[in-house]
C-alpha cells in the first residue's frame, strides 16, 4: 500500500457526461501528479500540482482539469467525454516539487473509468 | 516517434532465468532513470532508481545506463513467479520549467515467469 488513495475505483458514464476523480496524496506529500494509461498510449503525464499550486503540465486536454485544495487533495474533472477518454487514471505524490532527484513519486490504485 | 521506446513484449521465462528489460530514449535531457514494477490492477511502484551512467545493484535486481548510447536496462536475477508484471521504465528531464514533476514512461514490458 502506497499510501495514496483514490476514489472511485471503477466508474461507468456515458458520452458527454461529466465525471470527477478523487486523490488523496500520502501524508505530508506536497505534489500531486495525474496520469492516465491506456493500452496504446501507456502511461502518460497530465499534470502536477505542488501545495495548491499547479507545477507542471502535459498533454492534457483542455475539456480535463484539475485542482488541489487547501487538505492537499486533489480532484481530476473530466467532461463532454468521449468513448476513447476510456482509460486507467492514477494519482501520485510526492514530498517535494518533482525537481529533485530523491523526490520519489508514489502512485495510487488508480480509478478505471469507462465511456460507453 | 515517441521520446522512450520499450519493447512491450509480452516475455516469458521460466523460474530462475536472467531476464534483460530495455529502454532507449531520444532526448539527452533526461537525467533521471527509473524502473517501475505494476502487477495488474494495481498501480506501478518505484523498483529502482538511478542518476549517473553504469551499474546500481539491489538484491536480484541491477539497473543499468548508458548515456552515450541512450540506453538503459534492468536486470532480474533468479527470475520468480512472484516477479510475473508489467515493467516500466521512466525517465525525468530536471530541467524545471513547464515539465517540473513530470515522468515520461516507456510502453511497458509484460514479464511472465514460469513455475
Known amino acids: 500500500d502506497s499510501g495514496v488513495t483514490q476514489t472511485p475505483k471503477h466508474l461507468i458514464t456515458a458520452t458527454g457526461q461529466r465525471v470527477t476523480l478523487r486523490c488523496s496524496p500520502r501524508?505530508?506529500?506536497?505534489?500531486v501528479y495525474w496520469y492516465q494509461q491506456s493500452l496504446d498510449q501507456g502511461l502518460q503525464f497530465l499534470i502536477q500540482?505542488?501545495?495548491?499550486?499547479?507545477?507542471a503540465k502535459g498533454n492534457i486536454l483542455e475539456r480535463f482539469s484539475a485542482q488541489q485544495f487547501p487538505d492537499l487533495h486533489s480532484e481530476l474533472n473530466l467532461s463532454s467525454l468521449e468513448l476513447g477518454d476510456s482509460a486507467l487514471y492514477f494519482c501520485?505524490?510526492?514530498?517535494?516539487?518533482?525537481?529533485?532527484?530523491?523526490?520519489?513519486?508514489?502512485f495510487g490504485p488508480g480509478t478505471r473509468l469507462t465511456v460507453l | 516517434q515517441k521520446e522512450v521506446e520499450q519493447d512491450p513484449g509480452p516475455l516469458s521465462v521460466p523460474e530462475g532465468a536472467i531476464v534483460s528489460l530495455n529502454c532507449t530514449y531520444s532526448?539527452?535531457?533526461?537525467?533521471?532513470f527509473m524502473w517501475y514494477r505494476q502487477y495488474s490492477r494495481k498501480g506501478p511502484e518505484l523498483l529502482m532508481y538511478?542518476?549517473?551512467?553504469g551499474n546500481k545493484e539491489d538484491g536480484r535486481f541491477t539497473a543499468q545506463v548508458d548515456k552515450s548510447s541512450k540506453y538503459i536496462s534492468l536486470f532480474i536475477r533468479d527470475s520468480q513467479p512472484s516477479d510475473s508484471a508489467t515493467y516500466l521504465c521512466?525517465?525525468?528531464?530536471?530541467?524545471?520549467?513547464?515539465?517540473?514533476?513530470?515522468?515520461?514512461f516507456g510502453q511497458g514490458t509484460i514479464l511472465t515467469v514460469h513455475p
Open positions: 500540482y505542488y501545495n495548491g499550486e499547479e507545477r
Open positions: 538511478t542518476y549517473s551512467s
Open positions: 501520485a505524490s510526492s514530498v517535494g516539487a518533482g525537481g529533485s532527484s530523491t523526490d520519489t513519486q508514489y
Open positions: 532526448n539527452s535531457a533526461f537525467q533521471y
Open positions: 521512466a525517465m525525468h528531464n530536471n530541467a524545471g520549467g513547464t515539465s517540473y514533476g513530470k515522468l515520461t
Open positions: 501524508s505530508g506529500d506536497l505534489s
